[in-house]
C-alpha cells in the first residue's frame, strides 16, 4: 500500500462550523505533513508531525488545529474559519528509509468556507 | 533554503524529450535539488532529487551543474500524460524537519 488517503474528498462548511479533515497511511511513515494551496498557487506547509509529536508549525492561525492520534493518522480540526480559507489541503507523509525527502502526498481535501 | 527560479511556461512536442531548467544560484553545499510534480488537482508527486552528480530513474533525469548553481529535469520522451507543473525545490535532507517550500514552478504543456 503506497497511498495516501485524504476523506471527505470535498468539503463545504459554514463560518460557525466545526468539521475535521483525516488524512491515513499504511506505509509505516513517521512523518506527516499538511500543506495548504489556493488555487492557481504553490502548495504551503502548514504542520509537520514527526513520531507523532509537532515539529513544525508556520505559525497557522489557532482556528486549525492538527492531532496526530497515531503514526498512521493525521487529522486537521477546522473552526470558526474564514472565507479566505478556502483551499485545497493536502497532506503527507515520508519516511527515514528509502529516499531521503521524498514525500507522498494525498489528493486533498477541497474545503469552501462560506 | 535556497531560493529556486524557474520558466513560468513551456511547451512540449509529444514523445520529444522535455528539458525543464532551474536556477538556485545561492544553494548551499548540504542541499539538495528535488523536483515534485502536480497534475491538475492532484497531489504533488516526487520525481528525482540529487547533489552533485546527474541521477536517471524509471522518470526523469536530472542534470546538476558542476558549480551546482543549475540544474535540469529532463523527460526522455515526453507524453501527454506528463502536461503538470514542475517544481524545482533546494532543501536540506533533514527527515523530521522536512519543509519542502514550493516556488511558483514551470507548468509544462505537451502538444499532441
Known amino acids: 500500500d503506497t497511498e495516501v488517503t485524504q476523506t471527505p474528498k470535498h468539503l463545504v462548511m459554514g463560518m460557525t462550523n466545526k468539521k475535521s479533515l483525516k488524512c491515513e497511511q499504511h506505509m509505516g511513515h513517521r512523518a506527516m505533513y499538511w500543506y495548504k494551496q489556493k488555487a492557481k498557487k504553490p502548495p504551503e506547509l502548514m504542520f509537520v508531525?514527526?513520531?507523532?509529536?509537532?515539529?513544525i508549525n508556520e505559525s497557522v492561525p489557532s482556528r486549525f488545529s492538527p492531532e496526530c492520534p497515531n503514526s498512521s493518522l493525521l487529522n486537521l480540526h477546522l473552526h470558526a474559519l474564514q472565507p479566505e480559507d478556502s483551499a485545497l489541503y493536502l497532506c503527507a507523509s515520508s519516511s527515514r528509509q528509502g529516499v531521503v525527502g521524498e514525500q507522498f502526498f494525498g489528493p486533498g481535501t477541497r474545503l469552501t468556507v462560506l | 533554503d535556497a531560493k529556486t527560479t524557474q520558466p513560468p511556461s513551456m511547451d512540449c512536442a509529444e514523445g520529444r524529450a522535455a528539458n525543464l531548467p532551474c536556477n538556485h544560484s545561492?544553494?548551499?553545499?548540504?542541499?539538495?535539488v528535488y523536483w515534485y510534480r502536480q497534475i491538475h488537482s492532484q497531489g504533488p508527486q516526487y520525481i528525482i532529487h540529487g547533489l552533485k552528480n546527474n541521477e536517471t530513474n524509471e522518470m526523469a533525469s536530472l542534470i546538476i551543474t558542476e558549480d551546482r548553481k543549475s540544474s535540469t529535469l529532463i523527460l526522455p520522451h515526453a507524453t501527454l500524460r506528463d502536461t503538470a507543473v514542475y517544481y524545482c525545490i533546494v532543501r536540506v535532507a533533514d527527515f523530521g524537519n522536512e519543509k519542502l517550500t514550493f516556488g511558483t514552478g514551470t507548468r509544462l504543456t505537451i502538444i499532441p
Open positions: 545561492t544553494i548551499s553545499g548540504n542541499e539538495y
Open positions: 508531525y514527526s513520531y507523532e509529536k509537532l515539529s
